[in-house]
């Protein structure tokens, strides 16, 4: 079946430097999420991608979506403590499904 | 306003015993609705869907069950725990433009 992976598993930065997630799907992918979980939190949509080679931003969040639409990205610039938490990609599956990827949790040290 | 309802918040359970965790939403019908899990430190493990009333897809075998009684309520059910059931579990609806997913409080159980 299909598989979202996603690295790294875990990456602690000092604040003010910046932090990178990626995001692997086994087969393509007619959109891509990303998602965000604060300790003790449940996900929050952050972003949906579609088009091939999308590049979308929030602030100092930039998202891309690949050419071949089989990964994506999660940049933060310049990170600070509130960013800290689990940030997760997912794909769209049938029936509306989103397989998540594992996760990569962030911890900002200031 | 689309809303979802998770209960309860926390739940510590002796293993062997049962379990029924309810999740309710308001401002929407008709809703594809999922039960996700959170294993400590991992990530969401997609256990059940449902796209209408008595209609459960399983994702994954396991000790858990679900049950749509009403468009608009979700049940997860064991009828007996296991150690490995211990987790975060979330329920989740499509948002009303049909693409990302919103997610309830989520229950923290811990079988003990």
């Known amino acids: 079946g299909q598989q979202v992976m996603q690295i790294p598993q875990y990456q602690h930065v000092q604040e003010g430097e910046d932090f990178t997630t990626y995001c692997n799907s086994s087969?393509?992918?007619?959109?891509i999420q990303w998602y965000k979980q604060r300790p003790g939190g449940h996900p929050v949509f952050l972003i949906q991608?579609?088009?091939?080679?999308e590049v979308k931003k929030q602030k100092r969040l930039t998202f891309q979506f690949g050419e071949a639409k089989k990964n994506s990205s999660l940049h933060i610039t310049a990170t600070q403590t509130t960013d800290v938490g689990t940030y997760f990609c997912?794909?769209?599956?049938?029936?509306?499904?989103?397989?998540f990827g594992a996760g990569t949790r962030l911890a900002v040290h200031p | 306003s689309q809303t979802i309802h998770q209960w309860p918040a926390t739940l510590v359970q002796p293993v062997g015993s049962p379990l029924s965790l309810e999740c309710t939403v308001e401002?929407?019908?008709?809703?594809?609705l999922y039960w996700y899990r959170q294993a400590a430190g991992r990530g969401l493990q997609l256990l059940f869907y449902?796209?209408?009333?008595?209609?459960i897809s399983s994702e994954v075998p396991q000790n858990l069950s679900a049950s749509r009684p009403q468009d608009r309520q979700f049940i997860l059910s064991s009828k007996k725990l296991l150690l490995s059931d211990s987790g975060f579990y979330l329920c989740?609806?499509?948002?009303?433009?049909?693409?990302?997913?919103?997610f309830g409080q989520g229950t923290r159980l811990t079988v003990v």
């Open positions: 991608l579609v088009k091939s080679g």
């Open positions: 449902s796209v209408g009333i008595g209609q």
């Open positions: 989740a609806y499509p948002t009303l433009r049909g693409t990302e997913a919103f």
């Open positions: 087969t393509t992918l007619s959109n």
């Open positions: 401002g929407t019908s008709n809703p594809n």
């Open positions: 997912a794909g769209g599956g049938g029936y509306n499904k989103l397989i």
